[in-house]
């Protein structure tokens, strides 16, 4: 027993010690001066000091019994759960995670030491995810980094040969840059994503068409679908308005957009149809392509998850969970569907305005 809790069980002690002494000290008193006056007893200095002698080893015998009881009380009751709990928060600190504490039985312990169990068993739960997360995606920046500036690498080794022709040339710096372009994407996603995750990009909300956003997002492809002869198919609704930050909603059709047209083969077709209910605009663009398993499906909204790897090259695995994390910023919904050989469509589902008109904007 250390020099702390020696002095804890005797200032316990005299805390039980005087406030048994005043209890049977006033009960004693009072029963002595009622039997006296009843049965007329004479007290005696002698007789009063045999009584006083008597009840101060009652009181001490009782105090010291008082002290062991509230001792082990507190240490079933209280030592115990704190003890698990600071090392627990220990082990926390330390890194792991993966600790857990068990609950103390409601029969020697206040069930509110089990409700702090239970949230701290919640953050520990929460932490061990976060740094799942923070780990696998160092691992998957660091690779996919790793990838480009290879390639970048290589090719301006290659560049600086003496006998390189200037077709060979052209062709080694048109890859360099293409790396470095892919690159350059790849960080501006990581920081896109990370100040909307964070909460750092705040959406500002304003009126506008949604149709003519989607029109103007899907134009910005007409140079690759006419290249590659892809069919494009549109139903629009028209005077279909919604609330919300235009700016993230075109990363949204661009990211889509961007998915469909890498996806669907020389040929194919890409289609886009807008229409409502009574709350929604309801925007859905569907492609032709390789189509996806509900695998892979499960997985697309994930960070740097690619279940195409033989389109890899065209993207880094963040403009999905960038479009999610958007989506449900502005309180939205979006769903995928996809048979492998048949293609794919996202449908997603903004709150739009009720009677909304270019005059309201």
Request: glycine share 6%; net charge negative.
């Amino acid at each position: 027993m250390s020099f702390k809790q020696v002095l804890r069980a005797l200032n316990h002690f005299f805390t039980f010690f005087l406030i048994v002494a005043f209890i049977i000290t006033c009960c004693t008193m009072l029963f002595v001066k009622v039997l006296a006056d009843d049965i007329g007893l004479e007290l005696t200095s002698e007789n009063i000091s045999s009584a006083a002698k008597l009840t101060f080893l009652n009181v001490t015998l009782i105090s010291i019994l008082f002290t062991v009881i509230d001792s082990a009380r507190r240490r079933l009751t209280v030592d115990i759960p704190v003890r698990r709990i600071s090392e627990a928060a220990e082990k926390m600190i330390k890194g792991d995670f993966s600790v857990r504490i068990p609950k103390v039985s409601r029969l020697v312990s206040d069930d509110k030491f089990n409700e702090i169990i239970d949230c701290i068993n919640k953050m520990a739960e929460e932490l061990s995810g976060v740094e799942t997360l923070r780990t696998d995606f160092i691992a998957n920046v660091s690779h996919e980094m790793k990838t480009p500036l290879s390639v970048m690498q290589n090719y301006a080794t290659l560049l600086a040969a003496p006998d390189l022709s200037d077709e060979k040339r052209i062709e080694y710096a048109r890859t360099i840059t293409d790396a470095s372009r892919r690159l350059s994407d790849m960080m501006t996603n990581i920081l896109k994503l990370n100040r909307l995750e964070n909460q750092q990009i705040y959406p500002k909300s304003e009126k506008f068409d949604l149709g003519e956003q989607l029109c103007e997002s899907l134009l910005q492809f007409e140079s690759l679908w006419e290249r590659r002869g892809i069919e494009i198919e549109t139903d629009i609704e028209e005077g279909i308005f919604v609330c919300a930050d235009s700016e993230l909603l075109s990363l949204v059709w661009n990211n889509l957009f961007s998915n469909a047209f890498k996806f669907t083969e020389d040929g194919g077709s890409v289609s886009l149809s807008l229409s409502s209910d009574e709350k929604y605009a309801i925007v859905r663009i569907q492609d032709t392509g390789c189509g996806m398993t509900p695998e892979v499906g499960a997985h697309i909204f994930e960070k740097f998850y690619q279940g195409d790897t033989s389109h890899a090259t065209q993207g880094n695995g963040l403009g999905l969970p960038l479009v999610k994390r958007v989506i449900d910023i502005m309180q939205g919904e979006i769903g995928v569907e996809s048979r492998i050989g048949e293609g794919t469509a996202f449908t997603v589902k903004i709150e739009r305005l009720q009677n909304g008109s270019k005059e309201d904007i």
